[in-house]
């Protein structure tokens, strides 16, 4: 299958991600060289990257430690501050039994969703063939590599 690759102003399909632009064959090389570069520096910054993990890590648990979870704080360095907000509100089902009888069916079987891996783990496969479709579908995985 031969893919032609055109040069457009106008979107050509509207995506969950955003809008498609078609481009150039010679555009679409330079395009391949360029996420190959910026690859090569993300790679190159994974300890950078770790590393900051750990000092945000460490920071918030001298935070949590020494004040109220409900409160602003600010930290400061000799160059640098960082501004500490409140913890978040995170809320949780109680009574999962509960929350299904007071939603309608209808709403219930329209929002409520089930894991795959629930499926996976507890349906038998011929139990799932009779609930799952299977398409291909979604983002192309990407593989770059030096030439």
């Not at 993990?53 to 640098?80: F, M, N, P």
């Not at 329209?110 to 299977?134: C, G, H, N, W």
Request: cysteine-free; hydrophobic content about 40%.
């Amino acid at each position: 299958m031969v893919t032609t690759i055109v040069q457009t102003k106008e979107p050509v399909a509207e995506t969950v991600v955003g809008t498609v632009y078609l481009v150039k064959p010679e555009d679409l090389v330079k395009l391949v060289d360029e996420l190959g570069d910026i690859k090569l520096k993300l790679e190159r910054a994974k300890p950078l990257i770790a590393r900051v993990a750990v000092i945000e890590k460490a920071i918030r648990q001298h935070i949590d430690a020494a004040t109220a979870s409900d409160k602003d704080e600010v930290v400061y360095g000799e160059t640098w501050e960082i501004k500490v907000g409140k913890k978040p509100w995170v809320r949780k089902i109680v009574d999962k039994l509960k929350a299904l009888t007071l939603l309608t069916q209808d709403v219930a079987l329209e929002k409520v969703t089930i894991p795959l891996a629930v499926l996976d783990d507890y349906l038998t496969p011929d139990e799932r063939d009779q609930v799952l479709s299977k398409t291909r579908d979604g983002t192309r995985p990407l593989k770059i590599s030096k030439r």
